[in-house]
């Protein structure tokens, strides 16, 4: 069983930058993928980044290539993801995802989410 709980959203201006941080619980953190999803108000959840147990396979979708990136700490038991250059259309529930295997960028995988942080930025 693992817990996911994010942290860092909120309000920021276009052009502006955010770091979200999940912190999860479980010993077998390392050897989850884990991702970033977000959902706006009448769209369909999409992901924003996965990265491997190991931090050494990372992927990104196609509207936040370039400006966003998705780093952990097994250590630590953490997630990041670092957002630059936010835009309007940013603005979403972000949620933090874990994947009972190594690597995924399909949602189907990913069996724990945390309750989600709101990301808004205005223009």
């Known amino acids: 069983q693992v817990q996911l709980v994010e942290s860092g959203g909120g309000l920021v201006q276009a052009g502006g930058s955010l770091t979200l941080s999940c912190s999860a619980s479980g010993r077998a953190f390392s050897s989850y993928a884990m991702g970033w999803f977000r959902q706006a108000p009448g769209k369909e959840r999409e992901l924003v980044a996965a990265i491997s147990w190991s931090g050494g396979s990372t992927n990104y979708g196609d509207a936040v290539k370039g400006r966003f990136r998705i780093s952990r700490d097994n250590a630590k038991n953490m997630v990041y993801l670092q957002m630059n250059s936010l835009k309007p259309e940013d603005t979403a529930v972000h949620y933090c995802?874990?994947?009972?295997?190594?690597?995924?960028?399909?949602?189907?995988?990913?069996?724990?989410w945390g309750q989600g942080t709101q990301v808004t930025v205005s223009s």
């Open positions: 995802a874990a994947a009972v295997k190594p690597y995924s960028v399909q949602s189907g995988d990913y069996k724990y």
